[in-house]
């Protein structure tokens, strides 16, 4: 095992939530991360919308500061680093630790050359750069021949091309870790494709470290070392991407993975494992476990107690104590055919 | 189910060369350029491509609701021995919405968020059902509800869009469509707003509505799960052209337009099906309108391909391709 490079502690991000004039409720984006990434790992963070994978992200890239909980970049108390006074720590952290938006269109200046926002690093860094050096990162992004982007404004490039500018901006200084949040959702099929092979080839090459969050699951399988799948704000299951994609044992990473549809000529003959009813809402989640109100295998005891987080594998930590108790490893198949099941009763 | 068009006779709806462009300032940009496509009954076609294609546009232009910046400059859309582009606007009317209805990306923006979803539900009920009484109209509604799985339908009358999630909201959206027993349905990205558990209950939805209703729909997606899910027959379109047609199986077991195949080679990466595949990086779409869109993406271009557009040619059982390289 590679040296480790980020610990997560019980991580927990409230924001507070005005109901009516006088009362505050706390919605609770991210209610108890704990996670372990190491040096040149891909580590990736699923969940739908609303399940505080975005939040995480930002408080990874100090750009919130959490709650609670601690947070932990190369042995180095991070909100320390945030809270404290010292310039220095706080901009080795900025340097060691980088992230790239979504979207493109948005995360770059329009106002800036494309110069001036690959320069932008090096200047608050007080790092000496030269022409050539911006030449460096454009062409290691694929953006060649560099001459032609760099007295381009953000409008005059593709969405394509403009990732790859906020890929390079995030590069620029070396850093050891980069927080991918969702960076190919917004870009076309072909361009995603472009996109993922850019990242691994970088990972590569620099021997970066990546936290990606991404709800696109096929993505996240193809790259991914490891994994923490989330549902409002708590882990549901964390593992080896092995582990969690090919024996998944929560009845939510199982229903996720069945609810893709695959591009495959199989595909129309396959059904879709659909999980009833929605998410519930963030501001009265449910008491127990939280996922039991769309589970199909929730016992009276899911509706009262929050289950832990146990480790039933060397590595793979599962937070559903019926899925194991009850299924065991078998699970997976098991619980995958009653999401079809279920469903098919129902339809008239 | 493989063959959809034999089947079931004569197309219900038949597009022949249309062409539709956009003013912007003093250019003309021709968005969709001369794209035929026959939609028969109780199938789905899937219309791909991605961003700048044209698959938008080309819905739009179906039921003549284009912005007043673009101009249908050729071509018909036949429906029921009908063109649909000759028609008056009343007389459209009682097409569309009636008889071919259509479902956005966006349900939130598509909904009135001043009324509540009983009101506009029976409104476009009453609407296309003059003879019907008030009290029918919601029952009506209620059993629309009902059969797009919504729960406690009488309730949700009384919602106003905002109290509904994406999801349900997307529900609501599929039931005004089908208020009036449309023969098709247009679903432009009508999954690409949600999450992928409540994209599962659309879709599943789609299929068995299809199955119920003996539904034709067309479908507008760049995702070709979707595609491989639902669709009978796919349209693979690129820069406003269709460059390849054919059935969904044999369209990814066997692609033949260089497209389609960069299309499946990124969509094998992103799943993780093919590690060690690659595409090449040249993005964007050439502006000059001579020879094959396509050709400077293309790792086999011809000569031949920067002066000289290549015709569809049909291929074997079914299949049309727009390339040289079967020319």
């Not at chain 2, 071509?75 to 008056?88: M, Q, T």
Request: charged content about 25%.
């Amino acid at each position: 095992m590679s040296r480790l490079l980020l610990e997560a502690i019980e991580v927990k991000k409230y924001y507070p939530v005005k109901t009516s004039l006088f009362k505050t409720a706390f919605v609770r984006a991210v209610d108890g991360i704990s996670l372990k990434v190491c040096e040149g790992e891909v580590h990736c963070i699923v969940g739908e919308s609303g399940s505080g994978k975005s939040t995480f992200g930002r408080l990874v890239a100090g750009l919130e500061e959490p709650t609670s909980g601690t947070l932990r970049f190369m042995n180095r108390d991070v909100i320390e680093i945030l809270r404290g006074k010292n310039k220095k720590d706080l901009m080795w952290f900025r340097r060691n630790v980088q992230i790239v938006f979504q979207d493109p269109y948005s995360s770059l200046n329009p106002r800036k050359r494309i110069r001036e926002i690959l320069a932008r690093p090096f200047k608050i860094h007080g790092v000496a750069y030269d022409e050539s050096a911006l030449h460096e990162l454009l062409e290691s992004v694929g953006l060649v021949p560099p001459r032609e982007f760099l007295d381009r404004y953000p409008h005059q490039l593709s969405g394509g091309q403009r990732q790859r500018v906020a890929i390079a901006r995030a590069i620029a200084l070396r850093p050891k870790l980069v927080v991918l949040d969702e960076p190919t959702s917004a870009l076309d099929v072909t361009v995603k494709a472009q996109i993922l092979n850019l990242l691994s080839e970088l990972r590569e090459r620099e021997s970066l470290t990546y936290i990606l969050i991404s709800h696109e699951l096929p993505i996240v399988r193809s790259v991914c070392d490891s994994v923490t799948v989330m549902y409002f704000g708590r882990v549901v299951e964390q593992g080896s991407s092995r582990t969690v994609f090919e024996r998944p044992l929560h009845p939510y990473t199982i229903g996720l993975l069945n609810s893709i549809p695959l591009p495959s000529p199989q595909a129309k003959a396959i059904e879709l494992a659909v999980m009833e009813g929605e998410p519930p809402s963030p501001l009265s989640p449910p008491p127990g476990c939280r996922f039991h109100t769309r589970c199909p295998i929730a016992r009276e005891d899911c509706k009262v107690e929050e289950p832990p987080l146990i480790e039933v594998n060397g590595g793979h930590l599962l937070a559903c104590p019926v899925s194991v108790r009850e299924y065991g490893s078998d699970g997976s198949e098991i619980i995958a055919k009653m999401y079809l099941e279920s469903r098919r009763q129902r339809v008239p | 189910m493989n063959d959809s068009r034999r089947e079931n006779g004569d197309p219900v709806l038949s597009i022949r060369d249309l062409v539709v462009s956009y003013r912007v300032g003093r250019r003309r940009i021709v968005a969709v350029d001369g794209v035929s496509i026959d939609v028969y009954r109780n199938e789905c076609v899937a219309i791909v491509g991605e961003s700048g294609s044209g698959k938008s546009t080309l819905s739009l232009a179906i039921m003549r609701l284009l912005p007043p910046s673009a101009a249908i400059e050729r071509g018909v859309v036949l429906f029921k021995g009908r063109n649909l582009l000759e028609l008056s606007e009343k007389e459209l009317q009682k097409i569309r919405g009636r008889e071919i209805s259509m479902v956005f990306q966006d349900p939130t923006s598509y909904l009135n968020p001043v009324y509540k979803i009983g009101d506009q539900l029976v409104e476009t009920i009453l609407t296309h059902n003059s003879d019907m009484s008030g009290n029918e109209a919601r029952a009506r509604a209620i059993e629309l509800l009902k059969s797009v799985g919504i729960p406690s339908p009488e309730r949700a009358l009384t919602y106003y869009p905002h109290q509904l999630s994406g999801g349900m909201n997307q529900r609501v959206s599929i039931a005004l469509a089908l208020a009036t027993n449309p023969s098709i349905l247009i679903a432009d990205e009508p999954t690409s707003a949600l999450d992928l558990t409540i994209q599962a209950q659309i879709l599943r939805l789609l299929k068995d509505l299809m199955r119920r209703l003996s539904l034709s729909i067309i479908l507008i997606t760049h995702d070709l799960g979707l595609v491989a899910y639902l669709a009978d027959r796919v349209y693979v379109m690129y820069s406003g052209k269709v460059m390849e047609e054919d059935a969904v199986g044999s369209m990814f077991s066997n692609p033949k337009h260089p497209y389609t195949q960069l299309l499946l080679n990124s969509v094998r990466i992103i799943y993780g099906l093919d590690t060690s595949a690659r595409v090449e990086r040249t993005e964007g779409h050439l502006t000059d309108t001579k020879g094959c869109r396509f050709r400077h993406r293309c790792p086999y271009a011809l000569s031949r391909c920067e002066s000289q557009e290549p015709p569809l040619v049909p291929l074997n059982s079914g299949k049309v391709v727009r390339c040289w390289l079967y020319g």
